[in-house]
T-cell receptor, first 115, second 113 residues
Framework: EAGVTQSPTHLIKTRGQQATLRCSPI?????VYWYQQALGLGLQFLLW???????NRGNFPPRFSGRQFPNYSSELNVNALELEDSALYLC??????????????FGPGTRLLVL | AQSVTQLDSQVPVFEEAPVELRCNYS??????LFWYVQYPNQGLQLLLK??????LVKGINGFEAEFNKSQTSFHLRKPSVHISDTAEYFC???????????FGKGTMLLVSP
């Protein structure tokens, strides 16, 4: 069974540009989560999508947005990139968003570098 | 609001020695607790989780953790580590009704020969 996949693996952008990151969940999973892992800040929750709807977002500005498609894959968009957006962006999926007991399975991440 | 504290940013240890990675949490309600491992240049992999029941939880790769409600701790232990255990370890918590995870800042386990 294929795990969570993310693309691209690396992304280099300049300040002010937009970045689009993609995630495909494990087959059968309907929930997708996005986390940011920035140096010195640890892992921080960004966004949660379930059944095509945004269910929750972390303490990030509105220029961080995303969506979930009918096939449950997801896209994270970061507009007006700033240097401090440089980080590893991790996507995770779970069978459903119905319980905090569920295990989240993580992808390998997309490393975004903003110059 | 919930929070997780991992008391050690780095833990150096020799191969075949025992290790304990500490994790404390704060929450006003019952929580679910998780330990994840991140190998270099990879995503996170679940080691073990505590949902309810027995406070001693066994995970993959010989790791175990004990939930202590009175001390609000969930320390991770392994009786004998290998070089291949070198990685970053994250403790995380979730609350009933909220599917998102709150992570600690991680502990880097450095195993040397």
């Amino acid at each position: 069974e294929a795990g969570v996949t993310q693309s691209p693996t690396h992304l280099i952008k300049t300040r002010g540009q937009q970045a689009t990151l993609r995630c495909s969940p494990i087959s059968g999973h309907t929930s997708v989560y996005w986390y940011q892992q920035a140096l010195g800040l640890g892992l921080q929750f960004l966004l949660w999508y379930d059944e095509g709807e945004e269910r929750n977002r972390g303490n990030f500005p509105p220029r961080f947005s995303g969506r979930q498609f009918p096939n449950y894959s997801s896209e994270l968009n970061v507009n007006a990139l700033e240097l401090e957006d440089s980080a590893l962006y991790l996507c995770a999926s779970s069978f459903s968003g119905q319980g905090a007991r569920e295990t989240q399975y993580f992808g390998p991440g997309t490393r975004l570098l903003v110059l | 609001a919930q929070s997780v504290t991992q008391l050690d940013s780095q833990v150096p240890v020799f191969e075949e020695a025992p290790v304990e990675l500490r994790c404390n949490y704060s929450s006003s309600v019952s929580v679910y607790l998780f330990w994840y491992v991140q190998y270099p240049n990879q995503g996170l992999q679940l080691l073990l989780k505590y949902l309810s029941g027995s406070t001693l939880v066994k995970g993959i790769n010989g790791f175990e953790a004990e939930f202590n409600k009175s001390q609000t701790s969930f320390h991770l232990r392994k009786p004998s580590v290998h070089i291949s255990d070198t990685a970053e370890y994250f403790c995380a918590v979730s609350e009933p009704g909220y599917s998102t995870l709150t992570f600690g800042k991680g502990t880097m386990l450095l195993v040397s020969p």
